[in-house]
């Protein structure tokens, strides 16, 4: 989690050096238009400082950025695939060699730390060099049909892809989730996140024209934006990162139209710790798994940890300890393990959880509250909590909190605590320790969720598949089934 990165200065970066984007407008046809819909404020949530007004767009400007990208779509579905994936390469190159500044303008705008959110711009890069280098997999069959014949299958892109994201890795969603359809040949209308856009848009400042006009679009704004583009009908397809309500929405949108959606959407994931586990190393992947650096706001944060009771007292110990490390800072600080919530709604909704468990009769192991550091004063800060004592049925063992927030569970009974763990209408990620292969299968075959690890907590694996089962989502992300879930099949039957 931690660590040095290239080219990161030592210090905490001056928040006034943060290069804001020229452009707060909406970004469409390859231009900049002023939003019918007017403008909001964004905020650097750790500081409370107002960071300036942005596009707020209403649904005719997202009508006349759909036109704009159908307008793109003939030319950039039809160019050859591996010109698609020169631009593509040539968008990654800009996002290495400008990580840095993509990443201060991130944590000064969703309040994670600055060494992590680097991160995000690197894997987003990543992700634009691996579809790149995928777009000849995007390919079909020949059937044998008896001479005089040819029968093959191809994949053909679907035309606009309206793509909508979640905040907590505003660049990294924006960036590396346009990747995909891009490569398929769709052409793409990004909605950032309505809490922080701004680094969306230095983005597009700084890859103006690697792609044709249109083939690439962001409009920025809040419900009003994204529910305009979900039901666009000229919009065929439509992929969400948010919540599970925003992809009820987003499917209720669409189904007049049968539009086909991905949606990657939340969890509520298990870490699961059997008495002949790596003790050390559980306590290590519980806290891990909880991604405290970006204040456990995250999908696959492992927030309910079932230990078997005769480890328990030692995995707790270890907890406490290892949870040290997650102490919350300034954002822009390149030091800072721990970042801000981002915005008073989601901070308020956190601490309104953590009066939840306490109602509930969970014990407060540590944190609860803001930190003292009188630097942290004006910002949204919660520091690393871990409630023991809690029953799975309790509502902060049940709900998505997506915040800073640990709930231990006792078991003794393997039946009855996989009972527990699937008694959530999440299915997102799972984790499980022990030294037991045999026992590891079992368990992860008994866990209902998309994405498991065995003795480790919270890393993505590019290339393999990532998505949810029930509530948790439709289709899997960051793999080649991505990139093909953007294409539709084609027969075509040759007699000659
Ligand atoms: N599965 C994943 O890969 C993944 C990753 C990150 C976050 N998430 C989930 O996202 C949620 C947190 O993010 P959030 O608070 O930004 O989620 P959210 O659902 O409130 O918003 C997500 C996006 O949808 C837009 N939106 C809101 N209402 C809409 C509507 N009616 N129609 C269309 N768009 C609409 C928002 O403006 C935002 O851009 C959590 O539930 C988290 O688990 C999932």
Request: proline share 5%.
């Amino acid at each position: 989690m931690s660590g040095t990165i290239a080219g990161m200065p030592a210090r905490a970066a001056d928040p006034a050096a943060v290069r804001l984007p020229a452009h707060r407008d909406l970004y469409y046809g390859g231009r900049w238009h002023a939003p019918a819909g007017g403008y909001a404020d964004t905020w650097d949530p750790a500081t409370g400082t107002n960071l300036g007004a942005c596009a707020h767009a209403d649904a005719s400007d997202v009508d006349a950025a759909v036109r704009a990208a159908q307008a793109a779509f003939a030319e950039w579905s039809r160019i050859r695939p591996a010109d698609r994936a020169a631009a593509m390469r040539r968008i990654a190159a800009v996002l290495r060699e400008h990580a840095q500044e993509l990443a201060l303008l991130d944590a000064v705008n969703c309040g994670n730390p600055v060494a992590e959110m680097t991160r995000d711009v690197l894997a987003a890069a990543a992700q634009f060099d691996f579809f790149a280098g995928l777009v000849t997999e995007i390919k079909g069959d020949t059937i044998p049909m008896g001479e005089g014949v040819v029968n093959l299958s191809v994949r053909e892109p679907y035309g606009v892809v309206g793509r909508i994201v979640a905040y907590n890795h505003p660049l990294m969603f924006t960036a590396a989730k346009s990747a995909a359809p891009l490569a398929a040949g769709n052409t793409v209308v990004m909605k950032p996140p309505v809490q922080a856009p701004l680094s969306a848009y230095r983005w597009m400042e700084l890859i103006d024209g690697i792609l044709p006009p249109g083939v690439l679009n962001v409009v920025s704004g809040g419900t009003e934006c994204g529910a305009a583009l979900a039901a666009h009908p000229d919009v065929p397809f439509v992929s969400l990162i948010g919540s599970v309500a925003t992809g009820r929405a987003v499917a209720r949108a669409g189904a007049d139209r049968l539009k086909r959606i991905t949606l990657e959407l939340g969890g509520k994931n298990a870490c699961i710790v059997y008495p002949d586990a790596d003790l050390e190393r559980a306590g290590h992947g519980a806290v891990h798994g909880m991604n405290f650096t970006w204040s456990g706001q995250s999908c696959g944060s492992t927030s309910r940890l079932f230990v078997h009771e005769s480890v328990h007292d030692q995995i707790v110990e270890r907890v406490l300890d290892k949870i040290r490390h997650y102490r919350p800072g300034l954002p822009t600080d390149p030091a800072t393990t721990m970042g801000a919530i981002v915005s008073r709604a989601q901070y308020d909704k956190i601490m309104k959880y953590i009066d939840i468990g306490l109602g509930e009769g969970a014990t407060l192991a540590c944190g609860g509250r803001r930190p003292d550091d009188p630097a942290l004063r004006n910002g949204f800060f919660v520091e690393p909590t871990v409630f023991t004592g809690v029953r799975a049925d309790m509502r902060i063992a049940q709900e998505e909190i997506f915040g800073p927030v640990l709930s231990v569970i006792k078991w003794s009974d393997e039946t009855s605590m996989f009972e527990q763990v699937n008694a959530v209408e999440y299915g997102l990620t799972g984790a499980v320790y022990t030294r037991d292969l045999a026992r590891a299968h079992r368990a992860a075959s008994r866990i209902q969720a998309g994405f498991i690890w065995v003795n480790n907590a919270g890393p993505h694996f590019l290339g393999t598949s990532y998505g949810g089962y029930k509530q948790s989502g439709i289709g899997r992300d960051e793999s080649i089934e991505e990139l093909l879930s953007y294409t539709q099949g084609k027969n075509i039957n040759i007699t000659y």
